[in-house]
């Protein structure tokens, strides 16, 4: 079965960067996308980057796009979501999530969720 595991999340002054990582396992993902949600209190969870994993096209929610990066290592079976200039704002857990087929941005749409991680950035 699809495991996702979170990790790289913590505690970041604004202004500072962390790089998230998603180790995948249990089948082939080819034919995934594989993508970054987080989820803030009290708000609901929201696309944050998405990657597919055959040939590393990338997609990115608006208000990330220059700031956050999406990539993948297919040797480690690894997705990773580099976070620069992280704003106050950027607090949540995120989590990563994998999906079969195209890519889509509604988390309803993902059928494999990790645990999430916390990122907290401090002003």
């Known amino acids: 079965q699809v495991q996702l595991v979170e990790s790289g999340g913590g505690l970041v002054q604004a202004g500072g960067s962390l790089r998230l990582s998603c180790a995948a396992s249990?089948?082939?993902?080819?034919?995934?996308?594989m993508a970054w949600f987080r989820q803030a209190p009290g708000k609901e969870r929201e696309f944050v980057a998405a990657i597919r994993w055959s040939d590393g096209s990338t997609y990115y929610a608006d208000s990330m796009k220059g700031r956050f990066t999406i990539s993948r290592d297919n040797a480690k079976n690894t997705v990773y979501l580099q976070m620069n200039s992280l704003k106050p704002e950027d607090t949540a857990v995120y989590y990563c999530a994998a999906r079969l087929g195209a890519y889509l941005y509604a988390s309803y749409e993902y059928d494999y969720w990790g645990q999430g991680t916390q990122v907290t950035v401090s002003s």
């Open positions: 249990g089948r082939t993902f080819n034919s995934y996308i």
